[in-house]
């Protein structure tokens, strides 16, 4: 039973990622379709990323009531309606209406299920679940590609997209049993107190740190991916499509890394590992740096900055029930998951605002900043859990 719903678990991390690379390939198509803006896109994501903050607050309550198989399955159903209802769509307010339980659904299995992995599973799962969630936002772009080549409309992607997404929720309402027989804990049993208020979670001690360091680190990860190629191809010359193609294997270097960290995460454990990765990346952000007229130390300074990112989300998501509480870690890492959306909303426009105003070169600075930050702030919780202790 163990095995077999560990494999349950695995699957809907895939699924997880499944959607969200989803808009990113199909944009320059779907703008023509609807016939607006280029910058239009990002209303599409931020309506979608603020249904994902919403149900991150109120996830505690949900799984508290519902049970973290119950919480998986509608939010899996919610997303696959939501993504049928982007491949019906032929407006772009249609989307902005559809993206509302997109993202919904997204935020609440998101916190649900890391809630429950970091009480259940050991740390190597943790870091192998989230490179599956990978695996997951790699495999969509090919799909929407498939149908984009064959002359297709982009509403066959999020289709087909939605049809797996439905057919996992078929799979995890098959495996409700499951769940209730996993022989270390009873779901029923598994948060036994009626959980923390918001006000509640914000007096833990060192919480404003992980939370901060949650919005440093979605800062690092969302704008190297997303302003890599305009860097490369302004301040270094390189060609737009090996831009493109050293852009996309920051977040191969991160799935990767994902995989080699679940191989050495038991010896390490989760402080030494988020350690090494902030010094892994902060490498990375120093080759980016480097003004030289040979383009490798800012391609190569990339795939490490993803190998650095890799191990860090999921050990602080899996360090949660140590540093505050098994009875406090739905609450906790609801309000993490929250504040990891805030930084992947507002971070990368924020530096798309300052190399507008100031310069593009600010690129690898930026990242250096949020990585001391993101090094300041976990480090200034161990010593206050050590003090407390």
């Known amino acids: 039973m163990y095995s077999l719903l560990l494999v349950i678990i695995y699957v809907a991390f895939i699924s997880l990622g499944l959607p969200d690379s989803l808009i990113g390939s199909a944009w320059p198509v779907m703008q023509q379709d609807l016939n607006v803006p280029v910058s239009y896109a990002g209303f599409i994501t931020m309506t979608i990323a603020a249904g994902t903050i919403v149900s991150s607050f109120f996830s505690d309550k949900l799984t508290k009531k519902l049970g973290t198989s ?31 339980p997109y993202g919904l659904g997204a935020g609440a299995v998101d916190a649900a299920l890391n809630n429950y992995v970091a009480l259940h599973y050991n740390s190597r799962h943790m870091n192998w679940l989230h490179c599956f969630w990978g695996v997951g936002a790699a495999i969509s772009p090919y799909i929407m590609s498939y149908y984009l080549t064959a002359g297709e409309a982009w509403n066959n992607g999020y289709r087909t997209v939605g049809i797996l997404q439905l057919i996992l929720t078929v799979i995890l309402f098959i495996s409700l049993p499951l769940w209730k027989q996993h022989r270390t804990v009873v779901e029923t049993s598994e948060t036994p107190t009626k959980g923390l208020s918001l006000k509640d979670v914000f007096r833990l001690r060192g919480i404003w740190f992980i939370l901060i360091a949650f919005l440093g680190y979605s800062a690092v990860e969302q704008t190297t991916g997303l302003w890599a190629s305009t860097f490369l191809v302004e301040t270094r010359n390189v060609a737009p499509d090996v831009a493109a193609q050293f852009a996309s294997y920051f977040f191969l270097g991160i799935t990767f890394g994902r995989f080699l960290s679940g191989i050495i995460a038991n010896r390490f454990g989760d402080r030494q590992l988020i350690r090494m990765g902030i010094g892994i990346l902060t490498v990375g952000a120093l080759l980016i740096l480097i003004p030289a007229e040979t383009t490798i130390f800012a391609l190569v300074g990339l795939i490490i900055v993803g190998l650095g990112c890799a191990p860090i989300y999921p050990s602080i998501i899996h360090s949660t029930p140590a540093n505050f509480g098994k009875e406090n870690s739905q609450s906790v890492i609801g309000i993490q998951m929250a504040a990891a959306y805030v930084g992947t909303t507002f971070m990368p426009p924020l530096f798309g605002f300052l190399a507008s105003a100031i310069s593009i070169q600010l690129y690898p600075f930026y990242l250096l900043l949020f990585a001391f930050l993101l090094f300041f702030c976990t480090e200034k919780l161990n010593r206050t859990l050590k003090k407390a202790a």
């Not at 119950?70 to 559809?98: E, K």
């Open 70 to 100: 119950l919480v998986t399955l509608f939010s899996v159903l919610t997303t696959a309606i939501a993504l049928f209802g982007f491949s019906f769509s032929h407006s772009f307010w249609a989307l902005i209406l559809w993206a509302i």
